[in-house]
């Protein structure tokens, strides 16, 4: 809990007022959001969009000012967070089932900066398996399709009843032994029609800020290939 707090906190660091802000799903991104939230009462200006329900809820509650997405050109700065990031900055996202709105706020966002514990970093990424946003129609053929690329796909549950997204589509969860060539899999994932996206980020962080148990923070250095 301390190192997803500091390396969430540590982000909001680098709001500045005026901007548009992207606000990330998930459990690190909760502490961002309430850090922004106390910026923003002692009077930070900025206007947010966020990427899952959950997360406007939790904004709104914050009254932080939230726009609708139709509304924004461009996105200055979003914060997220990541099941895994690899040394060249590459992550798997999704495991709170939010990578489509995620993937479509971080594509509109001039910086993404991800926030994740020590526990994400990852040599080569595979270990967490890939979340898969799936249309409903069809889905045991596009199944099919998904483990001819090399995974063991698992329908995501929730409660005993099928996972829905917030935007009404299914996911599932693909076992790879390792992902060596995330780019070459991420073209591979789109060529499949009922896939409608996946949490691959390949080159999309602009930072990575890790936050350790001991509750510091550090910008991960980043390995170019
Ligand atoms: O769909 C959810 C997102 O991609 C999350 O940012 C990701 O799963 C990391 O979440 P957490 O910070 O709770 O580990």
């Known amino acids: 809990m301390e190192a997803k707090r500091a390396a969430a906190e540590l982000a909001v660091e680098l709001l500045q007022d005026g901007m548009t802000v992207g606000l990330g799903t998930g459990s690190t991104v909760y ?22 329900v959950r997360s406007e809820m939790l904004a709104k509650e ?18 997220d967070g990541a099941d ?20 479509i706020v971080a594509d509109a966002s001039k910086q993404l900066i991800i926030v994740v514990d020590e526990s994400k970093l990852v040599q080569r990424l595979g270990r967490f398996p890939l979340p898969v946003e799936v249309v409903p129609f069809g889905f045991e053929l596009t199944q099919r399709k998904l483990r001819r690329l090399g995974c063991e796909p698992k329908l995501r549950m929730s409660d005993s009843q099928l996972y829905m997204t917030d935007n009404g589509n299914y996911m ?53 290939t």
């Open 172 to 224: 599932m969860d693909c076992e790879f032994d390792s992902i060596a060539q995330p780019g070459r899999l991420s073209e591979e994932l789109h060529r499949i029609p009922g896939v409608v996206e996946h949490g691959l980020f390949v080159g999309m962080a602009s930072q990575v800020i890790v936050g350790r148990l001991d509750g510091t923070a550090y910008t991960l250095d980043r390995v170019r």
């Open 84 to 103: 895994e990031a690899d040394p060249e900055w590459n992550l798997i996202k999704g495991g709170g089932g939010a990578l489509l709105r995620e993937k």
């Open 31 to 52: 502490y961002s959001i309430q850090a922004i939230g106390r910026k923003v009462a002692n009077g930070l200006s900025i206007r947010a969009v966020a990427t899952s």
């Open 62 to 79: 914050l009254d932080i000012p939230m726009i609708p997405f139709s509304e924004v050109e461009e996105i200055d700065m979003t914060i």
